[in-house]
């Protein structure tokens, strides 16, 4: 009776493995390219945690949040410029409400895009990072069968819903998983990045 009764808690306790292994396959690419993004300069202030930050040839565009987590009180800032420079900060002062940025989301084959948007006067800015596959198995040239996927991430803003300006980054950037899960939702628009 002993070993039928094992059974199931020797199950169950499998299932709990594979689900921790499967959880960890997902959350360490994630934690790796957050330890590479944390030698980066970034425009977040100490005490501030990192919910996008993209560095350019000369400037840096940080999205941050205060105390890492969402709380009414917490303060959510974009600032652009360099670290001796800002040369935009919104919203300015104590204001930085979360529910002044949009999150949105989409998957694509072998990839996703993510989109954090704000509206800041005459002009809306997009803040994004985007994964694509470039390769199938079988494709000419892709002799190694592999998805080869193809990252990039930047902000674009937008004037009256024509590009103004497009600032690529030259690092792996990528939207904070707690961004994903704390910031207003709306639907993903496609081609915004194109």
């Known amino acids: 009776m002993r070993r039928t009764e094992a059974l199931p808690q020797a199950v169950s306790r499998l299932s709990k493995l594979i689900k921790f292994v499967a959880s960890l396959a997902f959350a360490l690419p994630a934690l790796a390219a957050a330890a590479n993004d944390a030698a980066l300069p970034t425009l977040c202030k100490e005490g501030e ?43 300015r002062g104590n204001n930085g409400s979360h529910k002044l940025f949009l999150f949105s989301s989409t ?21 994004y990072d985007k994964m694509i596959r470039t390769g199938f198995p079988g494709d000419p040239g892709n002799s190694d069968g592999t998805n080869n996927p193809s990252m990039s991430g930047g902000v674009i803003v937008l004037k009256k819903g024509s590009k103004a300006s497009r600032l690529s980054c030259r690092n792996n950037v990528s939207i904070s998983s707690v961004a994903y899960q704390s910031l207003e939702k709306e639907d993903f628009q496609d081609g915004l990045t194109d």
Do not use: M, W
């Open 107 to 127: 998957g694509h084959s072998g990839g996703s895009e993510s989109h954090i948007k704000f509206v800041n006067g005459r002009f809306t800015y997009l803040l």
């Open 49 to 91: 945690a990192v919910l996008f930050n993209c560095l350019n040839k000369q400037k840096i565009a940080s999205l941050c949040v205060s105390h890492g987590a969402f709380n009414e009180s917490d303060l959510v800032k974009y600032r652009f410029g360099t670290a001796s420079r800002i040369e935009l900060e919104y919203p």
